[in-house]
């Protein structure tokens, strides 16, 4: 099975390149990364450049790397829920999983992610916030990957010191039932860390691009799912990531989208008003 890592950004390349990075340093190689671009400048595209050459040589020199595409669109404001239906369009795994591109992920994540993986079910991982501090030394010194790699004691010193919001998900437990949740809590859904079987989220269109802005339209996809039938399965303990420390986002939306969603709860719906079935589109490029 296929695995399609999905990568979105915007504008930050010096995460991106860290994010990237851990991607390629995995214990499992069977996936694919697409970075889901949400209109990114030159800095970005340039990095986006170097880490393909950067996995194109690693191609060349072991016997497996992962394919990297840039799946960019033309920068019209926050059109996350855009650049992540062109990620997927761009992709060819069975399985999809949303990550951002500003979170650093350990070389067990995809690993964890097939394990988990299951017939009628959604993946939602959580994550560590990382501190202003924290973030900015490692973004300087370039080991915010390697830090990925180190014990639990070392996170534990960071929680200690601020640094780090939490410790024991990095605890890492096996996959059974007790992962499956009763119902789906949409407010409850973080898509920074995400993984969807590629039927399903066909299924729902994908994400629903009449989001625009920031807030909820993870929240909306996972609801549209849930009245597709799919259900919620815990990703913590096993999947967890490391969100480098960046300013809010400007919030001006969240409350419209918040009202959007707890009216969908009531409506059924299952299908994205504009979403997967509208690619591929004029403003897009896509490079291998």
């Not at 097939?114 to 370039?142: D, I, N, P, Y």
């Amino acid at each position: 099975m296929l695995i399609s890592v999905i990568v979105s950004t915007y504008n930050r390349p010096d995460a991106l390149e860290a994010v990237l990075l851990s991607l390629l340093d995995q214990t499992d190689m069977r996936y694919e990364i697409i970075i889901a671009d949400d209109g990114s400048a030159e800095p970005t595209q340039e990095a986006v450049r170097r880490f393909q050459g950067t996995a194109a040589q690693a191609r060349l020199t072991r016997s497996s790397a992962p394919q990297v595409i840039h799946a960019w669109h033309s920068d019209d404001g926050f059109r996350l829920s855009a650049a992540r239906n062109l990620g997927v369009h761009a992709s060819a795994g069975d399985y999809l999983i949303f990550l951002d591109g500003d979170c650093v992920v350990r070389p067990n994540f995809v690993a964890r992610h097939r394990t988990l993986a299951e017939a009628g079910f959604m993946v939602s991982g959580s994550r560590v916030l990382l501190s202003e501090k924290w973030t900015a030394r490692a973004l300087q010194a370039g080991d915010a990957p390697a830090a990925t790699r180190r014990s639990i004691l070392y996170w534990l010193m960071q929680r200690l010191r601020g640094n780090a919001n939490k410790v024991v998900p990095l605890l890492v437990m096996p996959d059974s039932g007790l992962r499956h949740y009763r119902k789906v809590r949409w407010n409850r859904i973080k898509g920074c860390n995400l993984g969807i079987w590629r039927n399903d989220y066909a299924a729902v269109n994908g994400c629903d691009e009449t989001f625009v802005g920031w807030g909820h339209e993870d929240a909306d996809l996972v609801l549209r799912l849930a009245r597709h039938g799919v259900r919620r399965k815990s990703g913590a303990c096993s999947t967890e990531i490391f969100h480098l420390w960046h300013q809010e986002n400007i919030r001006t939306t969240e409350s419209a989208n918040r009202h959007r969603v707890e009216q969908r709860m009531e409506s059924g719906v299952t299908q994205a008003e504009v979403g997967l079935r509208d690619y591929p589109r004029a403003d897009q490029r896509i490079t291998r």
